[in-house]
């Protein structure tokens, strides 16, 4: 059961309105996490801000960026960010056997790399020298760890707040799947 319902865009005033700040006087579809985000203008105009350079542009590789998220998800059991993001995955490339890696938990180097920052917040001087090498940038590095940490706070307000997924959205036998891998 919905602990906080996402807000109605006919409910929407005129400071929700400004804190997201449409392009050219259109807003995106209804999308339950903008409209969750819309109960609280002044969050959803800061946040709006910093996480459209998560999502649009990053350093990172699209593809690095969703299987990050994933296992974000994944880990994280959050059903509407891995509902949405496996849609967004597939549309940047990601293969059908990198999806099950990560829900298998296999010993990628980006697996480890979330594993460790979700449970750790660090990564053993292995996993660093790694990522890093892979990377081959500061900058990409930066974004790697503050994707995995945007995304984790996410799903801990979509999970508190059990954001239903939005219309037409499917979590892929999500449930079923937990037996393996974590």
């Known amino acids: 059961m919905t602990r906080l319902p996402p807000l109605p865009r006919d409910e929407w005033d005129a400071e929700t309105v400004a804190a997201f700040s449409p392009r050219e006087g259109r807003f995106p579809p209804p999308n339950n996490a903008l409209d969750l985000l819309a109960r609280h203008p002044p969050l959803a105009k800061a946040f709006m801000r910093y996480n459209a350079y998560t999502l649009n542009r990053s350093s990172l590789p699209a593809a690095v960026r969703e299987l990050a998220v994933l296992r974000v998800a994944w880990r994280r059991r959050c059903r509407y960010e891995w509902a949405q993001h496996v849609v967004i995955a597939r549309e940047a490339g990601v293969t059908e056997a990198e999806i099950e890696e990560v829900r298998s938990g296999a010993p990628t180097l980006l697996n480890r ?39 984790g706070l996410l799903a801990l307000a979509f999970n508190t707040f059990r954001l239903p997924l939005d219309e037409g959205m499917s979590d892929e036998g999500f449930d079923a799947a937990f037996g393996a891998g974590a």
């Open 113 to 151: 790399v979330v594993d460790e920052l979700d449970e750790r917040s660090d990564l053993s001087d292995e996993t660093y020298r790694e990522i890093a090498a892979e990377l081959g940038d500061d900058r990409r590095l930066m974004d790697l760890v503050f994707t995995v940490g945007t995304y």
